[in-house]
């Protein structure tokens, strides 16, 4: 069964400093992995998605993942972070079959201090 | 931007009334879905739908209902709203891969 575990729950940074969100997957085969992110009161929007491609994968906003298969992850950065980051943001795996069900992570919720 | 709409976007109701929350698509996407979300938690999901005439339920228990009469228009439907029902519901569609999601509808019920 597909599963991912976000390892932090809060994360609070700097503007202007790296940000790192963290992600695990377990899968019983090669996974596609997505990145969303969720502003207060508002509906999931995707960030990037990993499809057995490039393992580097390049998001909007300056975001990136990279996907890791000898360390399970698929963690989320961003060289700089911007006021307008503060969100909360989710990593999924897809289920199997012909459903497309997503699973989601717990979330991480970002801070961005000015 | 997905074109993925939700309506009401929020809604204050008292108990034991009946409420229909609605969810329309225009990319043609034959999946859909529902997830029910309680503030700072993950999405969980209580319904979808493969295509016209095809509902199934979720991972998670809900007492509320759905419709795919046509492929755009997935509402839920509570036949008598109670207080535990008070929660986020967000919509999504999908082919394969990624889902786009709706803005939400958030639901009190006092």
């Known amino acids: 069964a597909q599963s991912v575990t976000q390892l932090d729950s809060h994360v609070s940074v700097s503007e202007g400093t790296p940000v790192l969100l963290r992600c695990n997957y377990s899968?019983?085969?090669?996974?596609?992995l997505f990145w969303y992110v969720q502003h207060p009161n508002k509906g999931l929007q995707l960030l990037l998605k990993y499809t057995s491609a490039a393992t580097l994968v390049k998001g909007i906003n300056g975001f990136e993942a990279e996907f890791k298969k000898s360390e399970t992850s698929f963690h989320l950065t961003k060289p700089s972070a911007h006021m307008s980051d503060a969100a909360e943001y989710f990593c999924?795996?897809?289920?199997?079959?012909?459903?497309?069900?997503?699973?989601f992570g717990t979330g991480t919720l970002l801070a961005v201090q000015p | 931007e997905a074109d993925i709409y939700q309506t009401p976007r929020y809604l204050v109701i008292g108990t034991g009334k009946k409420i229909t929350l609605e969810c329309s698509q225009t990319m043609g996407h034959d999946k859909m879905y529902w997830y029910q979300q309680d503030p700072g938690m993950e999405l969980h999901l209580i319904h979808y739908s493969y295509g016209v005439n095809s509902t199934e339920k979720g991972d998670l228990s809900s007492e509320s209902t759905v419709s795919r009469i046509r492929t755009e228009h997935f509402p839920l439907t509570l036949e008598s709203a109670r207080p535990s029902h008070t929660s986020q519901y967000l919509c999504a569609s999908s082919e394969v891969g990624e889902q786009y999601f709706g803005p939400g509808t958030r639901l009190t019920v006092t």
């Open positions: 899968s019983s085969y090669s996974p596609s």
């Open positions: 999924v795996v897809r289920g199997g079959g012909a459903t497309n069900k997503l699973i």
